[in-house]
């Protein structure tokens, strides 16, 4: 399977942006998707993710009620919406799937695409 991210880009603070991640090679209709970034100098960190039956996610706490993902089984794709983006949330982001469960370490996600850039700055 691979993943394939796309729709980063520059935005200023309090704007919104969506990515967007689409899967070939193979379904994960069935498995958790979801989003991590890296800002740089900083380690990858979990920002949100969701289940395969698209009810169910987890995501941060420093993303709650501004990041929202949801998933369209029939194209293979995930969305991440960004409202009320933040410097701080500048980072390259990255989509990943088929962890074992919602609170994996990201040492156990199995697919991970190559990552689009959101740079957050006036």
């Known amino acids: 399977v691979q993943l394939q991210a796309s729709g980063g880009g520059l935005v200023q603070p309090g704007g919104s942006l969506r990515l967007s991640c689409a899967a070939s090679g193979g379904s994960l209709s069935r498995s958790i998707m979801g989003w991590f970034r890296q800002a740089p100098g900083k380690e990858r960190e979990f920002v949100i993710a969701v289940q395969g039956n698209g009810r169910t996610g987890h995501s941060a706490e420093s993303v709650k009620g501004r990041f929202t993902i949801s998933r369209q089984d029939a194209a293979s794709t995930v969305y991440l919406q960004m409202n009320n983006l933040r410097p701080e949330d500048t980072a390259v982001y990255y989509c990943?799937?088929?962890?074992?469960?919602?609170?994996?370490?990201?040492?156990?996600?199995?697919?991970w695409g190559k990552g689009t850039l959101v740079t957050v700055s006036s």
């Open positions: 990943a799937a088929d962890p074992p469960n919602l609170l994996s370490p990201r040492e156990l996600w199995k697919y």
